[in-house]
């Protein structure tokens, strides 16, 4: 019975970190099929939407970092995790300004930029939840 | 505040930040061939947004041998004067827009340029001031009109007065002497105001008084609000007075603030907003005759045919066709008003025009904040614009006053309106202003007053 209350305490701060990434992931994967349905349309709300997408995705990084830094604190975790999310966050992050540049201004830059996030954003979010599983045992 | 947008961003790209803010090098970009470097924009905009002060008593400085005195304070955003053939003087003021922000950017820089502007509620009416005995004080200040639309240009057609709302263009019967609307003002045409993001609907009737030109600025900086919104804008209409139809005198003008009927030569000019954020020394805001049919541009090229490639799709054939416009400003200086001079402003000011300079936010260090001479000679700009009026920034970077739009009153002042400290400035030759104490001003002036050319006798 020890073991199941060790689980479920953690477990719901995992859980929660859990979600934070892959709602990030899921909001920079739609930044990045808005940017592409710009880029083939010229259609400026979609430049529009994959902005407002990608805030959406640093608040998300953005708690998922700090998270990360508890459960670094915590131990246990791998440091590799900490520096993906960064990256992340940073690759985010001038995503999200280049986005605030005027029309076609932002090409060919922010599709590069947004499908880099993707990457990272998918690359974050896999490890964390492969952590899951183990932390679930623990 | 140096790099405002600094405060609402995380320090860790403080160091490419630092990177954008740094001065950008100053070019004397004037007259007809500027020098044009190439587009650049860092991380993020340049944005120089200057904190208000009060003029605490002092006033904008203007050339040797001039008088400066304010008029009238108070005002509700005053932004186009003008001056009346009994030498009354109209002011329209107002803030007009709707545009919504539409991205993250939008809601930041909002924020940020509101610093700068004015906080005062807009007055969405029309003020008139008189000086009855000629001593340079302007006692009467009255409503000659209220609940307009952010009203803006203005122009008198005999007994007719013009207003350009944001949205509309109405007329007022006037008499002279008259310092009260008769009556509600009677709707001329719809003018485009969707979205509105360049609100502001400068006007000038031709000498014949047959026609109204109205000038309608874009709907975004560059596209950015896609090229639907931009059906009906950065253009010149040309209205008949009498039935209020248009049709189209000029297009590819991004944003004509001011517009002037050359005395003499009967031409029309504007003064016009450049784009943004392709860099400091880009796009020089320009003064020039508009040619009827003609396109400047906007968005596909600037300053003639520099393509401008955040605009997509582009299209060769309008950069091709673009006009190179007759005289460069200088980049960001926002000439939002412009008046031809009359010999009776004196000395080297007395043939040219004059340009006030609202003052740039996307520039560093900032440009404008001023107004300036460009002197003229056979018709034709000729020489570097010359200061007339300055001191309307603060040793310390503190902005005073932003001037707007500009009035010759034919007697000899200059009629400047500051839409920051909400207050007329009138700029006077110091030996003329003496002269109106022994002479009651006539009843109608000598020399076509430059916004209303069809009221001169």
Not at chain 1, 33 to 43: C, G, H, K, M, V
Request: some cysteine.
């Amino acid at each position: 019975m020890v073991s199941t209350v060790d689980r479920l305490r953690p477990g719901g701060a995992h859980l929660f970190h859990a979600a934070t990434l892959a709602g990030a992931l899921a909001l920079f994967l739609v930044a990045l099929l808005t940017d592409w349905a710009y880029w083939s349309s010229y259609e400026i709300q979609w430049s529009n939407f994959a902005s407002w997408l990608l805030v959406g995705a640093m608040v998300l990084v953005s708690v998922a970092i700090i998270c990360e830094i508890f459960a670094l604190v915590r131990g246990g975790r791998s440091v590799v995790h900490i520096v993906v999310l960064v990256a992340t966050w940073l690759v985010g992050f001038f995503d999200a300004l280049h986005h605030g540049r005027d029309a076609w201004a932002i090409m060919p830059t922010a599709l590069v930029l947004s499908v880099i996030a993707v990457v990272l954003a998918f690359v974050a979010t896999w490890l964390s939840f492969a952590s899951l599983r183990a932390g679930g045992v623990r | 505040m140096k790099c405002s947008s600094l405060n609402v961003l995380p320090l860790a790209a403080a160091a490419m930040l630092l990177a954008a803010c740094s001065k950008a090098p100053d070019l004397d970009q004037y007259g007809a061939s500027p020098k044009l470097p190439e587009p650049s924009r860092g991380v993020m905009p340049d944005m120089i947004i200057a904190k208000p002060a009060p003029w605490d008593g002092q006033v904008p400085i203007a050339p040797q041998g001039y008088t400066v005195s304010a008029i009238a304070t108070d005002l509700g955003i005053p932004r186009q004067t003008l001056v009346l053939p009994n030498g009354d003087i109209l002011v329209a003021e107002g803030r007009g827009g709707h545009a919504p922000k539409l991205k993250p950017k939008d809601v930041i820089a909002g924020k940020i340029k509101a610093k700068g502007n004015t906080s005062v509620k807009s007055g969405n009416r029309l003020t008139l001031l008189r000086d009855a005995d000629g001593d340079g004080k302007y006692e009467l200040k009255t409503v000659f009109a209220d609940h307009l639309d952010a009203p803006y240009g203005l122009a008198l057609v005999g007994n007719k007065l013009y207003v350009a709302n944001q949205g509309e263009l109405v007329r007022f019967d006037y008499q002279p002497g008259q310092t009260h609307a008769s009556g509600a003002p009677v709707k001329v045409t719809d003018l485009p105001s969707a979205i509105n993001h360049h609100w502001t609907k400068a006007l000038a009737a031709s000498p014949d008084g047959r026609y109204l030109y109205v000038a309608i600025g874009s709907n975004s900086n560059i596209t950015e609000r896609g090229m639907s919104a931009e059906v009906d804008r950065a253009r010149i209409w040309q209205v008949d007075a009498a039935t209020g139809a248009h049709k189209v005198y000029a297009t590819g003008l991004r944003n004509p603030t001011a517009l002037a009927i050359q005395p003499g030569t009967d031409t029309l000019w504007a003064v016009v907003n450049e784009r943004d954020e392709i860099g400091p020394n880009l796009v020089p805001d320009y003064l020039t005759s508009v040619r009827e049919g003609g396109f400047y541009g906007w968005p596909y090229a600037y300053w003639g045919q520099h393509v401008d490639t955040r605009v997509m799709p582009q299209d060769p054939a309008k950069v091709a066709a673009a006009i190179v416009p007759d005289y460069a400003l200088g980049s960001h200086v926002a000439a939002l008003g412009v008046a031809f001079s009359a010999p009776t402003m004196g000395g080297q000011f007395g043939d040219g025009v004059f340009v006030g300079e609202h003052g740039s936010w996307n520039r560093n260090p900032p440009v404008g904040y001023k107004v300036v001479f460009v002197p003229f000679r056979n018709g034709r700009p000729s020489g570097d614009p010359i200061d007339f009026l300055t001191g309307f920034r603060t040793k310390d970077g503190k902005t005073r006053g932003r001037p707007v739009g500009v009035s010759v009153d034919p007697r000899g002042a200059l009629i400047v309106a500051d839409d920051l400290s909400n207050t007329i400035w009138r700029v006077t030759p110091t030996t003329a202003a003496a002269a109106p104490a022994t002479t009651p001003p006539a009843p109608a002036a000598s020399a076509p007053a430059p916004a209303a050319p069809s009221s001169a006798p």
